[in-house]
Structures are given as structure tokens and as C-alpha cells.
């Protein structure tokens, strides 16, 4: 089983820039495809971004334009960039692996890193 530690979270005013990562470790990293979900308080957890074990990406419409998910298989590692964040973007973000693109099911999940968005 693949195992997920992400970090960046924090707190930023909005309009600002914060950068998550995803270390993976287990598996064979490159040949899966990645994603980022979140869930804020209240709400079920939602699709954000996903890239294939190349380089297509998928993006929730209200994300698109401000976040950018990359990967770097050397390091193991997924990243999401995000930009021109708001309030409503305030969420645990989590890391997922193995995920299946149409189902947008997970095999793996991280333990989730906390973004918070001030106005």
C-alpha cells in the first residue's frame, strides 16, 4: 500500500499563494495517477485536481485558472499550486494515489494538511 505525507498547509489572507506537497512512498509512484481532494467543515469532501501517471490534469470548474497539480517522479511527490486563493477554498486538503480517473476512487489517502483562507 502506498503511504502519503502532505504538508504546505497554513493561513493566508485572500489572494494569496500557498503550495501543497505529497511525498509517496510504497508502489511504484510513476505509474499511477494523483490527486487532491478537499473537505470543509459541514460539507462532504470534493474532487479538486487529478494527473495521470503523465501529464493530463483534471480540475474541479472552480479551481480551474487558479490551481495548478503537478508531479515529480524522481521525488516522489505531487504538488498542488494554488493561487488567488478565497475564503471558500478554506478546507482539509487531502492527498490521494492510485486513483482511478473515471471513478475518481482512491487506493491510498494521506492524513489530510489544513488550508485557511482569511478575508
Known amino acids: 500500500q502506498v503511504q502519503l505525507v502532505e504538508s504546505g498547509g497554513g493561513l493566508v489572507q485572500a489572494g494569496g499563494s500557498l503550495r501543497l506537497s505529497c511525498a509517496a512512498s510504497?508502489?511504484?509512484?510513476?505509474?499511477?495517477?494523483m490527486g487532491w481532494f478537499r473537505q470543509a467543515p459541514g460539507k462532504a469532501r470534493e474532487f479538486v485536481a487529478a494527473?495521470?501517471?503523465?501529464?493530463?490534469?483534471r480540475y474541479l470548474d472552480s479551481v480551474k485558472g487558479r490551481f495548478i497539480i503537478s508531479r515529480d517522479n524522481a521525488k516522489n511527490t505531487v504538488y498542488l499550486q494554488m493561487n488567488s486563493l478565497k475564503p471558500e477554498d478554506t478546507a482539509v486538503y487531502y492527498c490521494?494515489?492510485?486513483?482511478?480517473?473515471?471513478?475518481?476512487?482512491?487506493?491510498?489517502w494521506g492524513q489530510g494538511t489544513q488550508v485557511t483562507v482569511s478575508s
Open positions: 494527473i495521470s501517471s503523465g501529464t493530463s490534469t
Open positions: 510504497g508502489g511504484t509512484f510513476s505509474s499511477y495517477a
Open positions: 490521494a494515489a492510485e486513483l482511478k480517473l473515471l471513478t475518481l476512487s482512491a487506493g491510498s
